[in-house]
C-alpha cells in the first residue's frame, strides 16, 4: 500500500492546507500501524480512514482549485488500497486462526 503525494504550491488556501495535512498524517498513520502489526482492530482502521475522508471531504468543500481535487484523488486512491491491504490482511489472520483451530 502507497500512498502519493503531488507536489503543489499552496494557495493562500492555509484551511485547505491543513486539512490536507491531517488527511495526509492520517493515512500516514494507517501505513505506519499496518507495518509494524497487521493485527490493526476494525474499529482503528475505520477511524482513521473515515478520519482522513472527511479531511478530504472538508478540503474539497473549501477550495476551488484544481490543484486539490488531483491531491484527493489520489489520497481516495491510497485510501482505497489500505481498505483492500486490511481486507486481505484480516482474510489472512481468519485462515490463520482457521489452521490453528484443526
Not at 68 to 93: D, M, P, V, Y
Amino acid at each position: 500500500m502507497q500512498f502519493k503525494e503531488k507536489a503543489v504550491f499552496f494557495h493562500p488556501d492555509k484551511y485547505s492546507k491543513s486539512e490536507w495535512e491531517k488527511a495526509n498524517s492520517l493515512i500516514k498513520d494507517l501505513q505506519a500501524k499496518q507495518k509494524e502489526n497487521s493485527n490493526i482492530s476494525k474499529e482503528e482502521f475505520s477511524k482513521l480512514i473515515s478520519g482522513a475522508r472527511a479531511s478530504l471531504e472538508t478540503c474539497m468543500k473549501n477550495s476551488f482549485e484544481p490543484a486539490w481535487k488531483e491531491l484527493s484523488n489520489s489520497a481516495e486512491e491510497g485510501i482505497k488500497e489500505a481498505e483492500t491491504a486490511f481486507a486481505e490482511s484480516l482474510s489472512s489472520r481468519n485462515y490463520d486462526k482457521s489452521r490453528e483451530l484443526l
